[in-house]
T-cell receptor, first 116, second 113 residues
Framework: AQTVTQSQPEMSVQEAETVTLSCTYD???????LFWYKQPPSRQMILVIR??????QNATENRFSVNFQKAAKSFSLKISDSQLGDAAMYFC?????????????FGEGTQLTVNP | AAGVIQSPRHLIKEKRETATLKCYPI?????VYWYQQGPGQDPQFLIS???????DKGSIPDRFSAQQFSDYHSELNMSSLELGDSALYFC????????????FGPGTRLTVT
């Protein structure tokens, strides 16, 4: 079974600065996807960024980028120019690349605080 | 753009009662997923359906059942409710066109008293 680990229960960052959230995973599969989801106080699950395991290039979405180290099974999220609206719980998630219906396996989450 | 719709948004039940949660996926999405998120926890996968057939099953209690209907909406039926069933229940949907990326609904908050 696949596992996802987030070793930082809480992180804080000053507004306009950069923060990196860590995630490691364990799998024996070669075809898979990794995700970062954001869950603000509203509890809505919002997809932040996606990385396909077969792609060597790190995914980026505006101020959000990842550092995907496949051999090390590491998948960190970097948030640049942090904004107050970035404050939320962030979950790293894994999904098998097999057929439709594959579940998401989440890490324990990292609570990000953005200080003005 | 249309999103995943869940109803009701809030539900209060007593122990041993039955609850039914409904999920309406994004139009043309063929796969539906159910997740349970307890207080202070990460979402846990319960079950998924692809083209109205069960496609994956997680740690769903035997007291729970689910199905996907011909119009692709899904229902999660929960019987003999326990206090520990109090949680936020998410439905998500996906399609092959979008690389099976899962889009989440707003969730149904179930409180069992």
């Amino acid at each position: 079974a696949q596992t996802v680990t987030q070793s930082q229960p809480e992180m804080s960052v000053q507004e306009a600065e950069t923060v990196t959230l860590s995630c490691t995973y364990d799998t024996s599969e070669s075809d898979y996807y990794l995700f970062w989801y954001k869950q603000p106080p509203s509890r809505q699950m919002i997809l932040v960024i996606r990385q396909e395991a077969y792609k060597q290039q790190n995914a980026t979405e505006n101020r959000f980028s990842v550092n995907f180290q496949k051999a090390a099974k590491s998948f960190s999220l970097k948030i640049s120019d942090s904004q107050l609206g970035d404050a939320a719980m962030y979950f790293c998630a894994y999904r098998s690349g097999e057929t439709s219906g594959s579940r998401l396996t989440f890490g324990e989450g990292t609570q990000l605080t953005v200080n003005p | 753009a249309a999103g995943v719709i869940q109803s009701p948004r809030h539900l209060i039940k007593e122990k041993r009662e039955t609850a039914t949660l409904k999920c309406y996926p994004i139009p043309r999405h063929d796969t539906v997923y159910w997740y349970q998120q307890g207080p202070g926890q990460d979402p846990q996968f319960l079950i998924s359906f692809y083209e109205k057939m069960q496609s994956d099953k997680g740690s769903i209690p035997d007291r729970f059942s689910a199905q996907q209907f011909s119009d692709y909406h899904s229902e999660l039926n929960m019987s003999s409710l326990e206090l520990g069933d109090s949680a936020l229940y998410f439905c998500a949907s996906s399609s092959r066109r979008d690389f099976y990326e899962q889009y989440f609904g707003p969730g149904t908050r179930l409180t069992v008293t």
